[in-house]
């Protein structure tokens, strides 16, 4: 079965960093582009951004644009977000999933940001 397993949240302050991980299994990781998404407190699910298949390449949503980096290791089928300058409004529970064909999700980690 397909299971992504999210980890690496934590509570930060404004500025600070934080690099999540997705360790993925039950599937072919390597051929299947994968995405973050995060979830704030009423609010519906966004993409955060997504990593191609080959770590060739990467878009993300304009609110994280220049301070979140997402990349992946196929070898060990894992995928990172790192998250710099966070701020209050990144505040959400932080999910991997697959771009196209998604699997059910995860938990998620939890990210706060807060002075």
């Known amino acids: 079965q397909v299971q992504f397993v999210e980890s690496g949240g934590g509570s930060v302050q404004p500025g600070g960093s934080l690099r999540l991980s997705c360790a993925a299994s039950g599937f072919t990781f390597s051929v299947y582009a994968m995405s973050w998404f995060r979830q704030a407190p009423g609010k519906e699910r966004e993409l955060v951004g997504t990593i191609t298949t080959a770590n060739v390449g990467t878009n993300y949503a304009d609110s994280v644009k220049g301070r979140f980096t997402i990349s992946r290791d196929n070898a060990k089928k894992m995928v990172y977000l790192q998250m710099n300058n966070l701020q209050p409004a990144d505040t959400a529970v932080y999910y991997c999933?697959?771009?196209?064909?998604?699997?059910?999700w995860g938990q998620g980690t939890q990210v706060t940001v807060s002075s």
């Open positions: 999933n697959r771009q196209v064909i998604r699997a059910s």
